[in-house]
């Protein structure tokens, strides 16, 4: 059936562009954001603020970036102490943060 393969067809293109689509964002992500940051901040995980969610962000953004690190490094709620980056300096940390602060699209 025609209509039964064209749907087929678009379902398999709509997979293939939003997998294109999570490549480049992984792609463009930091590396040390892909090791240590990704696993709970893509996902909200254990009450972590999620990646490009600016509204969940904007409370701690208001603590300041100084305090922000201090949390990564003591670890704060369910995120163990250097947030799984223990050989991160604090201007990697800084860097994380406003990677993961930053507005999504």
Not at 20 to 28: G, M, R
Not at 36 to 48: D, E, I, N, V, Y
Not at 69 to 94: F, H, I, R, W
């Amino acid at each position: 059936d025609v209509y039964k393969r064209q749907g087929l067809v678009m379902k398999k293109l709509c997979a293939a562009v939003l997998m294109s689509l999570a490549a480049t964002a992984w792609a463009e992500a930091p590396a040390k954001y892909q090791s240590s940051c990704f696993a709970c901040h893509s996902t909200g995980a254990a009450g972590a603020p999620r990646t490009g969610d600016a509204e969940a962000w904007a409370p701690r953004l208001e603590k300041g970036m100084d305090a922000l690190v201090q949390s990564v490094k003591n670890g704060l709620g369910g995120m163990p102490p250097t947030g799984l980056c223990a050989d991160c300096t604090d201007e990697e940390y800084k860097a994380l943060i406003e990677y993961m602060a930053k507005p999504a699209g």
